[in-house]
């Protein structure tokens, strides 16, 4: 027996980890469902942010990569958004399977993904306008909007992998 103590050791998906993130964040909202789809195609549309994103979440209307670079934590992403309302932000963040989180001075953006069983895919969304100067997002529509784009993600999964 050793005298050194054994720590329990927490183990997080990424949806945990998506969940753990926006506690600290007063006012965010993580939306979570079930998607009947691998990880891999759900995650290939929601991440192709040029592509298949902006049907996914509406409001944005478009979305540009502007650079792309390897970390230690992942792919370190900076985009460039246009509402469907013309407002402009420059998101940066971490991008990498299963996780994306990146924010701009008014907007942040978090999603993940991970195995369910019976080769489903959990995903959580969260996000919302930012709070200048603060760890805060305004909480008005957030869950609403979380549960639009799940719907629009279900739809387009379907569409995708031919089971509607």
Known sequence: MSDTPQWPVA?????????????GVRGAAV?????????ADVWALLSDFEGSFGLIEP??????????SSGPDGEHV??????????R????????PGWFWAQSRFLLIGMAAAE???GRTRVA??????????AALV????????RGALDRLDRRIGDTLGTR
């Open 89 to 96: 932000a420059r998101l940066v963040g971490v991008h990498r």
């Open 31 to 39: 939306t979570e469902r079930i998607v009947a789809a691998p990880v």
């Open 125 to 134: 969304l969260t996000g919302g306008i930012r709070v200048p100067g603060q």
């Open 116 to 118: 369910a069983a019976d």
């Open 11 to 23: 183990r997080l998906d990424e949806v945990g980890r998506l969940r753990a993130l926006a506690a």
């Open 78 to 87: 900076e985009l460039l958004a246009r509402s469907r309302f013309g407002f």
């Open 139 to 146: 909480p008005f529509g957030v869950r609403r909007a979380a």
């Open 59 to 68: 409001d944005m209307r478009r979305v540009r990569v502007l650079s792309r």
